[in-house]
């Protein structure tokens, strides 16, 4: 069973940036799309965006362009969300998610989710 | 981008009935590319249902999923008690993928 292993929590302050990281444990993210989904405290769940890793092409949503990136290395299966310009209202849990690809389904494995607190 | 409603917001309900949850996008969903989550509290989410109807790894066939291009449905037929949880709808047909605003499932 893969799994889907995060780095550790983080306090970061306004204005700074964060990078998480998302490394598949006994595999690799080759057929699979990796997408970020955050979740801020007692809300629901809001998709980020999502990377193909064997053609690096990334999708991201409007409300996050030009804040957010998202890169993967190939080689050690390990993907990273990297978010700048860090405010108060991005304090969440961030997840990493994968899918196969090319299929039909849909985000079936799943990492544990790394808090990210912003706080001056 | 495709907006996501959900309903009800809570479903109270008892072990042994039957749930139905719904989701409906503000446009057609391509390909019928619509999921169902479940979400316990301290959890990350599990997949339930993909592509509309098709049953994720492991859920047992109480659970059951239907609908196309803008109405969607999420059928439990007999609650169990590890049933009761957050149940989220995700579109991902269309970028940006979006995700509904989820619906609670109460004892």
């Known amino acids: 069973q893969v799994q889907l292993v995060q780095s550790g929590a983080e306090v970061k302050k306004p204005g700074s940036s964060v990078k998480v990281s998302c490394t598949a444990s006994g595999g690799t993210f080759t057929g699979y799309t990796l997408t970020w989904v955050r979740q801020a405290p007692g809300q629901g769940l809001e998709w980020m965006g999502r990377?193909?890793?064997?053609?690096?092409?990334?999708n991201y949503a409007q409300k996050f362009q030009g804040r957010v990136t998202i890169t993967a290395d190939k080689s050690t299966g390990t993907a990273y969300l990297e978010l700048s310009s860090l405010k108060s209202e991005d304090t969440a849990v961030y997840y990493c998610?994968?899918?196969?690809?090319?299929?039909?389904?849909?985000?079936?494995?799943w990492g544990q989710g790394t808090l990210v607190t912003v706080s001056s | 981008e495709i907006v996501l409603t959900q309903s009800p917001g809570t479903l109270s309900l008892s072990p042994g009935e039957r749930a139905t949850l719904s989701c409906r996008a503000s446009?057609?969903?391509?390909?019928?590319?619509l999921a169902w989550y479940q979400q316990k509290p301290g959890q990350a989410p599990r997949l339930v249902i993909y592509?509309?109807?098709s049953r994720a790894t492991g859920i047992p066939d109480r659970f059951s999923g239907s609908g196309s291009g803008t109405d969607f449905t999420l059928t439990i037929s007999r609650l169990e008690p590890e049933d009761f949880a957050v149940y989220y709808c995700h579109q991902y047909g269309s970028s940006p993928k979006t995700f509904g605003q989820g619906t609670k499932v109460e004892i």
């Open positions: 990377i193909i890793p064997i053609f690096g092409t990334t």
């Open positions: 446009q057609s969903v391509i390909s019928s590319y």
């Open positions: 998610a994968r899918a196969p690809y090319p299929s039909t389904k849909d985000l079936s494995d």
């Open positions: 592509a509309a109807s």
